[in-house]
T-cell receptor, first 111, second 111 residues
């Protein structure tokens, strides 16, 4: 499997605080993705990146921002966390027209 | 807007049976389709990737087919085993860089 790691793996935070999740890949993949997974909704795309400093919105981008200053790192920031953002967050990466590989997920709880 | 549907949402079959999982998508202009497996509380493991020019891919007891014109893919699992119990997800990549997921089929193999 591709070397893709997410940090932290678990986080509890308070409503209204900013939170940043990190995705790190060692495969020099061009494309990176952030998803959230919720019961009944499956995996929904938040933001994705098609290169350094090149990002775009997915289906559920409100309340989230991303940054990609290096090929290997893709950061997801919850600007002001809300209880509706309690979820499991997954990061993925791929190269051109190849399979996507996923990290192990970050379980975020907003209290 | 691409939509991906997986039916049924859940399936239970006795050990040893062959089974088929279904995936349908609304926009046939896809570049590839990927099948994943997800165990409870875990990340996604890639099973098979089918490019738009291919009709099927095989890996061990798994065979995935793709009919792009009708917007369908199937995942065939031969001689099912209890260890095959998991949620199976399909995902499509279209002309843009987004990867869109179905909600998955939760499979339970009865010993």
């Amino acid at each position: 499997d591709a070397g893709i790691t997410q940090s932290p793996r678990h986080k509890v935070t308070e409503t209204g605080t900013p939170v940043t999740l990190r995705c790190h890949q060692t495969e020099n993949h061009r494309y990176m993705y952030w998803y959230r997974q919720d019961p009944g909704h499956g995996l929904r795309l938040i933001h994705y990146s098609y290169g350094v400093k090149d990002t775009d919105k997915g289906e559920v981008s409100d309340g989230y921002s991303v940054s990609r200053s290096k090929t290997e790192d893709f950061l997801l920031t919850l600007e002001s966390a809300t209880s509706s953002q309690t979820s499991v967050y997954f990061c993925a990466s791929r190269t051109e027209n190849t399979e996507a590989f996923f990290g192990q997920g970050t379980r975020l709880t907003v209290v | 807007k691409q939509e991906v549907t997986q039916i049924p949402a859940a399936l239970s079959v006795p050990e040893g049976e062959n089974l088929v999982l279904n995936c349908s998508f609304t926009d046939s202009a896809i570049y590839n389709l990927q099948w994943f497996r997800q165990d409870p509380g875990k990340g996604l493991t890639s099973l098979l990737l089918i490019q738009s020019s291919q009709r099927e891919q095989t890996s061990g007891r798994l065979n995935a087919s793709l009919d792009k014109s009708s917007g369908r893919s199937t995942l065939y699992i031969a001689a099912s085993q209890p260890g095959d119990s998991a949620t199976y997800l399909c995902a499509v990549k279209g002309p843009g860089d987004k990867i869109i997921f179905g909600k998955g089929t939760r499979l339970h193999i009865l010993p």
